[in-house]
Structures are given as C-alpha cells and as structure tokens.
C-alpha cells in the first residue's frame, strides 16, 4: 500500500460519489414500477448491514488490505486464491462501468463515434488518476462534488419551476403489495450499487480518523439512498412509469422534459457532467482497488507500475463484454447479480467475518490463560516469602 492519508470528509465524498456513479444512468428499480423509489431506500437499509459486516472485519485487521487479511483469515492458500478472486472481481466491475459511459455517449450524443475511441479516452484519463495515488483523487472529489451538487440543485429548481412534475405518477402506493418491493431489493438495489461499497474495504486503511469509518460509511450510504431514491421518484413523476421502461437513460429524458419560459430547454448538458464525473469516480475506485489488490498480492513494490497493464486489460474488456447495451444491461441484472454480487458481497464477507471472530475469540482465551498460571506462581511465591 502507498504511504497516503485521507481525511473523513474526503471518504464520505468518495462513497457519496461512488453510489451515484453509474446508477444515476440507468432505471434503477423499475421492476418495482411506481415505488422504485421504496425499493432503492429498503436497498439503502440492506446496504446498511453489508457495509457493517465490511466494517467489522477492518475493525479486526485496520492497516491492511482485504487481499492481506484473507490470508490470515483463510490460511496462506485459499486467500490468495479468494484475494485473486476479488482482484478480478474488481477489473471486471472497472469495465463494466466503462462501458456504460461509452454506451450512454454513443446512445445520446456520439452516434457516429466508435464505442473503442470514447472508451479509450476515459480510461487513459482514469489511468493517469490513479498513477497519482488516492490522495489526489481524494482531494479532485472534493473540487467536483462541489460542481455536482451546484449542478443537481439547479436541475431540482428548474424541474420545479417548469411544473412538470405529476405526483399522481406515484400513485397508488403499493399497488401490488410489499412482495415485488422486496423481490427488487433482493435482486437488484442491494448489490447495485449499494453492495459494491465493498470496494472502501481497500481504501479504509487510508483512512486519518479510524474512530470515524463506521459513521461516515452509514451517513455516506443513507445521503446517497436518499438522493437516489429523491431521483427515480422524480424520474417516475415525470415521465410514468411506462415511458422509463422504454428509455435507457430516465435521468436524461427527464432532464430533456425541461422547458422554463419558452426558451430554457435541452439541458442535456447537466446530464453529461454529472454522470461523466461519477461515472469516472466510479471506475477510478474500482480500477484503484484492482491495482493496488494485484501489487499487494503479487508483492510488486510500485503499484504504479500496473496501471497501463491493467487498464488495457479493463478497455478491451469493456468492449468485449457484451455484442450490445441491451445483452450487456441484461448480463447486469440477471446473471451478475447471482454468481458474482451475492457470493462476493455478501456471503463470503459474511463467512469472513464469522471466522474472524471465533479466532479473535479463541485468541483471546488463549491469552489469558497464559496470563493465569503467571499470576498464580506469583501468589505462590509470595506466600512462601
């Protein structure tokens, strides 16, 4: 791991842009029709309790990575092999993501432009970034979150002014019960995005204000929830539900909706920047993790070093992960979410965390057994004095 320190602030800005990233592009929830919004907080409630269990086993190991703690958690093998596992787990969430920023440019704005050169360019961007280490993305979060919520605000008030708001979209409440509710959150809304804040179990260690990481992590979480959830029920309550199932990127025919006084309109502007700023935050604390996993695990001094490599390997992924954006959308929901999301975001840190705590349970006996015999030989002692 690289000698760098980041604040609490700067953590809680990080998650908050990590969360919103790539889910402010697609209709997140839209199963749940008109309480997508219910089943984004409920997710929120989940991601909760994931980010506790992340949590409780950096309480047990602080100052290393999860690539160094799952060796000493599953013994020398099986965690490099579960370390490796993670590792690629990472690259391959890296070019997911990469290639919903090339698909949503190409869908919306460059329909000329080859999905490679759009691609390409971000992620020599992104490559760059992370060569310099995660202070200096640290500290870029904290210039750009500005810029976000300066730009979120005032699509709020000009969403609100033009009046196209129809709250009765919203409604009926729970239509068909809680059960379709749950089954999204269950399949969807826990993992994406909430479950890959497994991703901070790299970057916790970086952290100034150990105290901290439990605080900031849940108000990091419950302030992202909030504004995602604020965001599909806008979505839903201008555009019905119908019309965002039929569009791949709800936000922006949202945003297009937007008419003030006859001539303020087309502000797809606010759309690029503020999904191309999470979108890269995203990626950059995804492929960040991947480098600095793969330095720690493969002992390679300067994690540097592995950013061209990786990064190559992460472009030509994304491009090979799918013949389209609907296979590719479809892989998302349907197949990653049960072999990749659910294993490695829930049951096995869940395992992990259960056998760090009988170890540092039998540890502790161990310890004071060893301190009990000791004491008894000095009461020993002195009565025979």
């Not at 008030?157 to 409440?173: A, D």
């Not at 013949?323 to 975001?345: A, D, F, M, R, W």
């Amino acid at each position: 791991m690289e000698k760098a320190k980041i604040s609490a602030y700067q953590l809680f800005i990080l998650i908050v842009l990590f969360e919103l990233g790539s889910a402010l592009l697609v209709p997140i929830a839209i199963e749940a029709k008109q309480d997508a919004w219910l089943a984004i907080l409920i997710g929120m409630v989940g991601g909760f309790c994931l980010y506790l269990v992340y949590h409780g086993l950096y309480s047990y190991y602080p100052d290393i990575p999860p690539t160094e703690y799952l060796q000493k958690i599953m013994g020398s093998f099986l965690g490099k092999i579960l370390a490796f596992i993670y590792v690629l787990y990472f690259i391959y969430l890296s070019a997911r993501v990469l290639r919903d920023f090339g698909e949503m440019l190409i869908t919306s704005f460059y329909w000329d432009t080859p999905l490679f050169i759009l691609n390409t360019l971000m992620a020599l961007l992104v490559i760059y970034t992370v060569r310099k280490g995660i202070e200096v993305l640290a500290r870029t979060s904290e210039l750009l979150f500005v810029l976000i919520f300066l730009l979120g605000i005032s699509v709020l008030f000009l969403i609100v002014v033009s009046g196209i708001i129809q709250i009765s979209n919203l409604k009926p409440v729970l239509e068909e019960g809680i059960k379709p509710v749950l089954k999204t959150t269950f399949t969807q809304t826990l993992y994406f995005p909430f479950g890959e804040v497994i991703i901070f179990a790299m970057i916790l260690p970086y952290l100034n204000r150990p105290a901290k990481v439990k605080q900031i992590g849940l108000l990091a979480i419950g302030f992202s929830g909030l504004i995602l959830a604020s965001v599909m029920a806008i979505n839903v309550s201008v555009l019905d539900v119908n019309n965002i199932t039929r569009s791949p990127f709800p936000l922006l025919s949202t945003i297009q909706t937007i008419e003030v006084a006859g001539f303020l309109e087309r502000l797809d502007v606010y759309f690029i920047l503020i999904t191309v700023i999470g979108v890269f935050f995203k990626m950059c604390l995804f492929f960040y993790a991947s480098v600095v996993g793969t330095a720690n695990l493969f002992k390679v001094k300067e994690s540097a070093r592995l950013a061209f490599p990786l990064g190559l390997a992460i472009l030509i992924l994304s491009i090979t992960i799918a013949s389209n954006y609907s296979e590719h959308i479809k892989e998302g929901l349907h197949v990653i979410t049960l072999y990749l999301h659910l294993p490695l975001q829930v049951i096995i840190p869940s395992l992990l965390l259960l056998i760090a705590f009988i170890k540092n349970k039998k540890k502790k006996r161990k310890q004071s057994k060893n301190l009990f015999p000791k004491r008894k030989y000095r009461l020993v002692e002195r009565d025979k004095k």
